[in-house]
């Protein structure tokens, strides 16, 4: 079976299509957003609802510190992206493990917050609906992150074994992507739960 | 025609000749694969199982009913069946012929070698058949603390409080939650990489509006599915944590609202009904043009209406919660979003009889059934807006007239379209045609089995039968309706075996289909049946809408006219 060409109608000079894996990040972004907006819905909607205490007023302390450097883990990142595109892995590197340290600094804060509201004023995830709500959203992006950073972790061990390339830049991108996503999360996460129901 | 073969760029076949393997090696090869065609041939056999078992549920359930005071099933197995029922076909049914279907036809038809992320792929669909395992593992290993065989028994929708721990010991709603979940991630999956497949992997001239409709409501579907399965996942993690860690998400007695529960699972559910009906609308627009010899009608304002009705039915949901109780201004927003829905899938309506309008018809076994699901869904489509009125709604909800009306849509569009598109594509996926006399045995009795028992469930409504009830006393006047429905029943059960049959043998003994059995237009029909590993030896190039006319008519194209 021989192949005979198609009389083109109308040239097809370029044929560009977008990346897989950045459409396919987007995809699983608009999806996650949807999870963390039904856990939102759910805690604002039982703001103020627990019928005993602890309430947050009275055990929440603003977590400006954390916030500050999971923020600041975003634009670490972009450095380490436009490092490795300009093909400086050794900066990368730098950049890379700066966002793993404030990953990790984000996550042991937590770990000392709810250190204090379970131990120190008896608030679990089954007292009241505070608890639940609190901890499920808390813990939902807290998750977030533990799966994010395990990522960047195993990206840090390629970068240190020299597997990291300049021609990954593109995947390398697309795992930030996740991170910022992350971040931009908290930022919501924050809003809700230190600032309208505090 | 069977026989034509299409000298299109990318159809020679290289697959150099294999040695004959052993059964084991096939199944091992089966296993391991990540290939889109037998991916997509495992979601159908899944979804196709489940279709029977999920039947065979219904039966007992339908034999039960058929007539007053009897006890074919104890209430508790009959809860059991009717929950079974329901999850499965929604969840082992509906969800897998989404990406059966997808999977299969999708990267064929844009002239892609595979899925966008062939590993993703794989994950997802063992994460559905995982799902699948879990839900049946309840019948024997859900008993927890009391009783055997104890399947979930909280419905499809399971409402709050009913699946709090008090009210539901034991594991059953634990396995239904955990099945959820697992299969809400493989459809997740599955969701992304039909997106990611349409948008990065379209071969060279196969711009957005030169797509295959087909694609177009796949991609659109799978929008819906990422925004809507999502909501399920979370709304079941809230159970599990519930039942497990005890919180209070929908406990009432802490302050907790089973109102929530309600609004999170039609957050998911009203739309999962766009996600199950559309891979219909996908079937019928290829179908319906081929089989009526003409260019679909009217291609911008079916993608136009596609991605609207995909839109507004996100806007939708509480129309399953008028009865609840909701402000006024709450039921008016929901009545009109839903009449809002009629209006893109009126254009849809519109379309498909326009192309068929003037076309010389062919009634194959597929376009007898996309000729019926037009009626039907028309059909469904009215009582749809009945409902949706609220006092209207007051009156019937909960009652056979809604379950009369839902069925009309499941099977009288999706199942009947499903089997259009069985018939349709099954050749290209087996080499091998299916009866067409077993076919046309299998159309009539199922649209009589289906009219027989669902055009009188609507009066059974009226007159007042709830749903959910195990049996009823015999003076209320429904003896003789419910017999005939069950008779339905079993006419359609029939009909199915004889489609069971005709699929099984048509492997061994149907005629051999050729690479363009139905004279068709889209990429698909290039490549051999069934196609090689790699789809298309070289990448194909396109220039309209239906790149396979334009290479049978070179005299006439269709590009000048697009």
Same mark, same amino acid.
């Given at each position: 079976?021989?192949?005979?060409?198609?009389?083109?109608?109308?040239?097809?000079?370029?044929?560009?299509?977008?990346?897989?894996?950045?459409?396919?990040?987007?995809?699983?972004?608009?999806?996650?957003? $949807?999870?963390f &907006?039904?856990?939102?819905?759910?805690?604002?909607?039982?703001?103020?609802?627990?019928?005993y205490?602890?309430?947050?007023?009275?055990v929440?302390?603003?977590?400006?510190?954390?916030?500050?450097?999971?923020l600041?883990?975003?634009?670490?990142?972009?450095?380490?992206?436009?490092?490795?595109?300009?093909?400086?892995?050794?900066?990368?590197?730098?950049?890379?493990?700066?966002? %793993?340290?404030?990953g990790?600094?984000?996550?042991?804060?937590?770990?000392?917050e709810?250190?204090?509201?379970?131990?120190?004023?008896?608030?679990?995830?089954?007292?009241?609906?505070?608890?639940?709500?609190?901890?499920?959203?808390?813990?939902?992006?807290?998750?977030?992150?533990?799966?994010?950073?395990?990522?960047?972790?195993?990206?840090?061990?390629?970068?240190?074994?020299?597997?990291?390339?300049?021609?990954?830049s593109e #995947?390398?991108?697309v795992?930030?992507?996740?991170?910022?996503?992350?971040?931009?999360?908290?930022?919501?996460?924050?809003?809700?739960?230190?600032?309208?129901?505090? | 025609?069977?026989?034509?073969?299409?000298?299109?760029? /990318?159809?020679?076949?290289? &697959?150099?000749?294999?040695?004959?393997?052993?059964?084991?090696?096939?199944?091992?090869?089966?296993?391991?694969?990540?290939?889109?065609?037998?991916?997509?041939?495992?979601?159908?056999?899944?979804?196709?199982?489940?279709?029977?078992? $999920?039947?065979?549920?219904?039966?007992?359930?339908?034999?039960?009913?058929?007539?007053?005071?009897?006890?074919?099933?104890?209430?508790?197995?009959f809860? #059991?069946?009717?929950t079974?029922? /329901?999850?499965?076909?929604?969840?082992?049914?509906?969800?897998?012929?989404v990406?059966?279907?997808?999977?299969?036809?999708?990267?064929?038809q %844009?002239?892609?070698?595979?899925?966008?992320?062939?590993?993703?792929?794989?994950?997802?669909?063992?994460?559905?058949?995982?799902?699948?395992?879990?839900?049946?593992?309840?019948?024997?290993?859900?008993?927890?603390?009391?009783?055997m065989?104890n399947?979930?028994?909280?419905?499809?929708?399971?409402?709050?409080?009913?699946?709090?721990?008090?009210?539901?010991?034991?594991?059953?709603?634990?396995?239904?939650a955990?099945?959820?979940?697992?299969t809400?991630?493989?459809?997740l999956?599955?969701?992304?990489?039909?997106?990611?497949?349409? %948008?990065?992997?379209?071969?060279?001239?196969?711009?957005?509006?030169?797509?295959?409709?087909f694609?177009?409501?796949?991609?659109?579907?799978?929008?819906?599915?990422?925004?809507?399965?999502? *909501?399920?996942?979370?709304?079941?993690?809230?159970?599990?944590?519930?039942?497990?860690l005890?919180?209070?998400?929908?406990?009432?007695?802490?302050g907790?609202?089973?109102?929530?529960?309600?609004?999170?699972?039609?957050?998911?559910?009203?739309?999962?009904?766009?996600?199950?009906v559309f891979?219909?609308?996908?079937?019928?627009?290829?179908?319906?043009?081929?089989?009526?010899?003409?260019?679909?009608?009217?291609?911008p304002?079916?993608?136009?209406?596609?991605?609207?009705?995909?839109?507004?039915?996100?806007?939708?949901?509480?129309h399953?919660?008028?009865?609840?109780?909701?402000?006024?201004?709450?039921?008016?927003?929901?009545?009109?979003?839903?009449?809002?829905?009629?209006?893109?899938?009126?254009?849809?309506?519109?379309?498909?009889?326009?192309?068929?309008?003037?076309?010389?018809?062919?009634?194959?076994?597929?376009?007898?059934?996309?000729?019926?699901?037009?009626?039907?869904?028309?059909?469904?489509?009215?009582?749809?807006?009945?409902?949706?009125v609220?006092?209207?709604?007051?009156?019937?909800?909960?009652s056979?007239?809604?379950?009369?009306?839902?069925?009309?849509?499941?099977?009288?569009?999706i199942?009947?379209?499903?089997?259009?598109?069985?018939?349709?594509?099954?050749?290209?996926?087996?080499?091998?045609?299916?009866?067409?006399?077993?076919?046309?045995?299998?159309?009539?009795?199922?649209?009589?089995?289906?009219?027989?028992?669902?055009?009188?469930?609507?009066?059974?409504?009226?007159?007042?039968? *709830?749903?959910?009830i195990?049996?009823?006393?015999?003076?209320?006047?429904?003896?003789?309706?419910?017999?005939?429905?069950?008779?339905?029943?079993?006419?359609?059960?029939?009909a199915?075996?004889?489609?069971?049959?005709?699929?099984?043998?048509?492997?061994?003994?149907?005629?051999?289909?050729?690479?363009?059995?139905?004279?068709?237009?889209?990429?698909?029909?290039?490549?051999?049946?069934?196609p090689?590993?790699?789809?298309?030896?070289?990448?194909?190039?396109?220039?309209?809408?239906?790149?396979?006319?334009?290479?049978?008519?070179?005299?006439?194209?269709?590009?000048?006219?697009?």
């Open positions: 079976m021989s192949a005979i060409p198609l009389v083109p109608g109308g040239h097809i000079h370029e044929w560009h299509l977008p990346s897989r894996g950045r459409v396919g990040m987007y995809c699983l972004i608009i999806g996650e957003s $949807a999870i &907006t039904i856990f939102v819905v759910a805690y604002v909607f039982y703001i103020g609802k627990s019928l205490g602890p309430t947050p007023q009275q929440l302390d603003v977590p400006i510190f954390n916030t500050i450097c999971l600041s883990s975003s634009v670490t990142i972009w450095l380490a992206e436009r490092a490795i595109e300009r093909n400086s892995i050794r900066t990368f590197g730098i950049w890379w493990a700066a966002t %793993i340290a404030l990790l600094v984000f996550l042991t804060g937590t770990a000392i709810w250190y204090k509201l379970i131990y120190r004023d008896g608030l679990t995830i089954s007292t009241n609906l505070f608890g639940t709500t609190f901890y499920s959203l808390v813990g939902l992006h807290g998750t977030h992150v533990v799966v994010g950073l395990s990522m960047l972790l195993l990206v840090l061990i390629f970068t240190l074994t020299g597997h990291v390339r300049q021609e990954h #995947r390398i991108q795992l930030a992507l996740y991170w910022h996503f992350v971040d931009a999360v908290w930022v919501i996460v924050f809003t809700v739960v230190y600032i309208i129901g505090k | 025609m069977a026989d034509r073969t299409l000298p299109i760029d /990318g159809s020679l076949d290289l &697959t150099p000749p294999r040695e004959r393997e052993g059964l084991l090696e096939t199944l091992h090869s089966w296993v391991i694969t990540v290939d889109h065609k037998k991916l997509g041939i495992m979601y159908m056999t899944l979804a196709i199982f489940f279709l029977l078992v $999920a039947g065979a549920e219904v039966i007992c359930i339908r034999i039960q009913l058929a007539w007053p005071n009897n006890h074919f099933l104890s209430p508790q197995v809860n #059991r069946f009717f079974m029922h /329901g999850t499965t076909m929604v969840f082992l049914v509906g969800i897998p012929l990406f059966g279907f997808a999977n299969y036809i999708v990267p064929l %844009i002239g892609a070698r595979d899925m966008a992320f062939p590993r993703l792929n794989a994950f997802s669909f063992w994460m559905t058949a995982f799902g699948a395992l879990l839900l049946y593992f309840s019948f024997i290993g859900g008993a927890g603390l009391y009783g065989g399947a979930p028994d909280v419905t499809w929708w399971a409402y709050a409080p009913l699946t709090a721990r008090a009210f539901s010991p034991g594991n059953a709603t634990d396995y239904w955990l099945a959820l979940i697992v809400g991630f493989g459809t999956g599955g969701a992304v990489n039909v997106i990611a497949t349409v %948008i990065s992997m379209r071969c060279k001239g196969m711009t957005l509006m030169r797509m295959p409709l694609a177009w409501l796949m991609l659109v579907d799978s929008g819906l599915l990422l925004v809507t399965i999502t *909501p399920l996942t979370a709304a079941q993690i809230m159970l599990v944590i519930d039942r497990y005890g919180g209070r998400f929908f406990d009432t007695q802490a907790g609202s089973a109102m929530l529960w309600f609004h999170f699972f039609w957050i998911f559910g009203h739309p999962e009904v766009y996600v199950l891979p219909a609308f996908a079937i019928a627009s290829e179908v319906i043009p081929v089989f009526s010899r003409k260019a679909i009608f009217g291609y304002a079916m993608v136009a209406a596609s991605v609207g009705i995909g839109f507004v039915s996100l806007g939708v949901w509480a399953h919660m008028f009865t609840v109780g909701m402000t006024s201004a709450g039921n008016a927003f929901f009545v009109l979003s839903t009449m809002l829905v009629g209006i893109p899938t009126g254009i849809k309506i519109f379309n498909w009889l326009a192309t068929m309008w003037g076309g010389k018809i062919r009634f194959r076994t597929p376009m007898l059934f996309c000729t019926a699901f037009l009626f039907q869904f028309l059909a469904a489509g009215l009582t749809g807006i009945m409902l949706a609220a006092p209207w709604n007051w009156q019937l909800h909960n056979y007239f809604v379950i009369a009306h839902f069925h009309y849509i499941l099977v009288g569009a199942v009947f379209n499903t089997f259009a598109g069985i018939y349709y594509w099954l050749p290209k996926a087996t080499g091998r045609m299916m009866s067409e006399k077993l076919g046309k045995w299998h159309f009539w009795l199922f649209l009589i089995g289906f009219h027989i028992t669902f055009d009188t469930m609507h009066f059974v409504g009226f007159e007042g039968m *709830p749903r959910w195990y049996t009823y006393p015999a003076d209320r006047g429904w003896n003789h309706l419910n017999l005939v429905i069950s008779i339905g029943g079993i006419i359609q059960a029939v199915v075996l004889i489609f069971a049959y005709n699929l099984i043998s048509s492997l061994f003994r149907g005629e051999i289909a050729g690479n363009d059995p139905w004279d068709a237009w889209t990429l698909e029909w290039s490549a051999s049946s069934p090689p590993d790699y789809n298309f030896a070289t990448d194909p190039v396109v220039h309209s809408r239906r790149p396979l006319w334009d290479l049978k008519h070179p005299e006439d194209p269709d590009w000048k006219y697009e």
